[in-house]
């Protein structure tokens, strides 16, 4: 997974978090990662930039997304009071939205007029690529061959959103396949083009600026739970894939006394070597791709290793660089849920409270929910909703084994032969 004429890889002296992260990129690429470092920082120290992006979030994206008190899960675990950050309510269905339009404000200030981004479960490139649709650019997305062809629900929006569509063959056809794909567009085409990355990962100042913007949704959480609790909760928990969701919150209570959990994929469990768990499990090690440097799940050779989510969008090889340094100074704790644990999870969250989380958040309240019990009533927690379910429905009705789904699956398909 090597990018673009690695061996002239330079590294930077910023973007360091105790070690972690930097931005290893080519030569050719750093008068454009200067641009963006240039332009991000301008704007963050410009109060009418924040403004902009929050009327934008409220006005396009439904923000302040509730803090939804959920009542009969509390009841159920009899333990602390459980509050819901409903950023499924987001316009395309997860936090992704406050990344990408905070990204395009940027590239509209840089006078770009064409965006490009890797995915792999799809909901990267749809938020994207709708993004791109709202602000005129012309969008191109690169994604494996092997999750085009699982993705095809996404891939059909992309494509109705005006969004070239590349499948990628390289490789093992899959998402970090697709990420040296976009960077080999960007060197080609860096007097234009943005790359908007899609998590708090990949070389400075992406790791900053993707957890920069999603602290929206902490700002609000800490102000929300304020008012309706009159007190700060005693834990919060998220779910790790890149790490941006779960930074996002995090960021709001970092100077707290609040315990801020992170939860990874488990898999079918961290000694069976099928997980996404690079933060909890005994295999993942420290290593530099990807344009930074963090804990991978890789072999000895530091070749890119298989990974086992049933959340695609959890299945990702490294992790933010700000989340490892949290990891080693103790201020986030991280655990792992696995697929069965987070299938169960889900099932009760639908029926005791009308809400259906997406499969990666769901990985939150799994934790939340082993937890709850042994927590004081006395206390409350807040659980990030990263995206809603609806989504899932595929993967879930599978799960479930429900055999009328399946029946209306070979219906269509039968359908189509006709
Ligand atoms: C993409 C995605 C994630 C994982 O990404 P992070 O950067 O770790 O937040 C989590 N939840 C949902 C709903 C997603 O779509």
């Given at each position: 997974?090597?990018?673009?004429?690695?061996e002239?890889?330079?590294m930077?002296?910023?973007g360091?978090?105790n070690?972690?992260?930097?931005a290893?990129?080519p030569?050719i690429?750093v008068?454009t990662?200067d641009?963006?470092?240039?332009i991000f920082?301008?704007a963050?120290?410009d109060?009418?930039?924040w403004q902009e992006?929050?009327?934008?979030?409220s006005?396009?994206?439904?923000r302040?997304t509730?803090?939804?008190?959920a009542e009969?899960?509390s009841?159920?675990f009899?333990?602390p009071r459980?509050?819901?950050?409903?950023?499924?309510?987001?316009?395309t269905?997860a936090?992704?939205?406050?990344?990408?339009m905070?990204q395009?404000?940027l590239?509209?200030?840089?006078g770009?007029?064409?965006?490009?981004?890797?995915t792999?479960?799809?909901?990267?490139?749809?938020?994207?690529a709708?993004m791109?649709?709202?602000?005129?650019?012309?969008c191109?997305i690169?994604?494996?061959?092997?999750d085009?062809e699982?993705?095809?629900p996404?891939?059909f929006?992309?494509?109705?959103l005006?969004?070239?569509?590349?499948?990628?063959?390289e490789?093992s056809?899959?998402l970090?396949?697709a990420?040296?794909e976009?960077?080999r567009?960007?060197?080609?085409n860096m007097d234009n083009?943005?790359?908007v990355?899609?998590?708090?990962c990949g070389p400075?100042?992406?790791?900053?600026?993707?957890s920069y913007?999603?602290?929206?949704?902490?700002q609000?959480?800490?102000?929300?739970?304020?008012?309706?609790?009159?007190?700060?909760?005693a834990r919060v928990?998220?779910?790790?894939?890149g790490g941006s969701n779960?930074?996002?919150i995090?960021?709001?209570?970092?100077k707290?006394?609040?315990?801020?959990v992170?939860v990874?994929?488990?898999?079918r469990?961290?000694d069976?070597g099928?997980?996404?768990?690079r933060?909890?499990a005994?295999?993942a090690?420290?290593?530099?791709?990807q344009?930074?440097?963090?804990y991978f799940?890789?072999?000895?050779?530091?070749?890119?290793?298989e990974?086992h989510?049933v959340?695609a969008?959890?299945?990702?090889?490294?992790?933010s660089?700000?989340l490892a340094?949290?990891?080693e100074?103790?201020r986030?704790?991280?655990?792992?849920?696995?697929?069965?644990e987070?299938?169960?999870?889900?099932?009760?969250?639908?029926?005791?409270e009308g809400?259906?989380?997406a499969l990666?958040?769901?990985?939150?309240?799994?934790?939340?929910?082993?937890?709850?019990?042994r927590?004081?009533?006395?206390d409350?927690?807040?659980i990030n909703?990263?995206g809603r379910?609806?989504k899932?429905?595929?993967?879930?009705a599978d799960a479930f084994?429900?055999p009328?789904w399946?029946?209306?699956?070979?219906g269509?398909?039968e359908?189509?032969?006709?």
């Amino acid at each position: 997974m090597a990018l673009p004429s690695e061996e002239k890889k330079q590294m930077i002296d910023r973007g360091y978090y105790n070690g972690f992260g930097g931005a290893f990129i080519p030569e050719i690429l750093v008068a454009t990662f200067d641009e963006l470092e240039d332009i991000f920082q301008k704007a963050k120290n410009d109060p009418a930039f924040w403004q902009e992006y929050a009327a934008l979030m409220s006005n396009y994206s439904c923000r302040p997304t509730p803090l939804t008190f959920a009542e009969n899960l509390s009841r159920h675990f009899g333990g602390p009071r459980i509050y819901i950050k409903r950023e499924d309510l987001n316009h395309t269905g997860a936090h992704k939205a406050n990344n990408v339009m905070g990204q395009g404000l940027l590239v509209r200030r840089m006078g770009k007029t064409r965006v490009i981004a890797e995915t792999g479960a799809g909901q990267h490139g749809v938020a994207t690529a709708t993004m791109a649709a709202k602000f005129g650019f012309k969008c191109t997305i690169y994604m494996g061959e092997v999750d085009v062809e699982r993705q095809r629900p996404n891939v059909f929006w992309m494509e109705r959103l005006g969004a070239e569509v590349v499948p990628v063959r390289e490789g093992s056809r899959i998402l970090k396949d697709a990420i040296n794909e976009a960077f080999r567009d960007w060197v080609a085409n860096m007097d234009n083009t943005h790359y908007v990355l899609g998590t708090a990962c990949g070389p400075h100042p992406f790791p900053e600026m993707v957890s920069y913007f999603q602290s929206i949704i902490g700002q609000e959480a800490r102000r929300q739970i304020l008012e309706q609790e009159h007190k700060l909760p005693a834990r919060v928990y998220a779910c790790v894939g890149g790490g941006s969701n779960a930074l996002g919150i995090f960021n709001g209570f970092m100077k707290d006394p609040v315990e801020l959990v992170g939860v990874e994929a488990g898999g079918r469990g961290l000694d069976t070597g099928q997980h996404a768990s690079r933060l909890c499990a005994k295999d993942a090690s420290i290593g530099v791709a990807q344009g930074y440097k963090t804990y991978f799940l890789q072999n000895t050779d530091g070749q890119m290793r298989e990974t086992h989510s049933v959340a695609a969008g959890l299945d990702y090889v490294g992790v933010s660089p700000i989340l490892a340094q949290l990891k080693e100074s103790g201020r986030v704790r991280f655990e792992a849920a696995t697929d069965t644990e987070v299938v169960e999870a889900l099932s009760l969250t639908i029926r005791t409270e009308g809400v259906i989380p997406a499969l990666e958040s769901s990985h939150a309240f799994a934790q939340a929910f082993k937890e709850a019990p042994r927590l004081s009533s006395e206390d409350c927690i807040i659980i990030n909703q990263s995206g809603r379910g609806d989504k899932d429905i595929f993967t879930i009705a599978d799960a479930f084994g429900d055999p009328k789904w399946q029946e209306f699956i070979i219906g269509k398909a039968e359908k189509y032969h006709a």
